[in-house]
């Protein structure tokens, strides 16, 4: 469900996050800001400034997300039948 008001602080880079994967014009829906795309950056780009993440803008965002590997070990059974 989209934000009714646009988002901001970590709020915005919480909804920005979980909505990265799809797209900048559907984070942009997501978190209040419609097809305003330049709002949205700017908005976005000032809150990880403010958290100390050194983003430029939302493909910086996006690139972390899922190009970074997940911190922790991977715990998953050899085959199906053996653990």
Request: proline share 5%; charged share 20%; glycine share 8%.
């Amino acid at each position: 469900m989209a934000a009714p008001t646009p988002l901001h602080g970590t709020e915005l880079i919480d909804c920005a996050q979980a909505s990265a994967t799809q797209g900048i014009l559907v984070a942009a829906h997501q978190c209040g800001y419609h097809h305003d795309i330049d709002t949205f950056q700017h908005e976005l780009t000032g809150a990880l400034a403010r958290m100390g993440i050194k983003n430029k803008d939302f493909d910086d965002l996006l690139k972390k997300i899922v190009l970074e590997p997940k911190l922790g070990i991977e715990v998953a059974p050899d085959t199906a039948t053996e653990l």
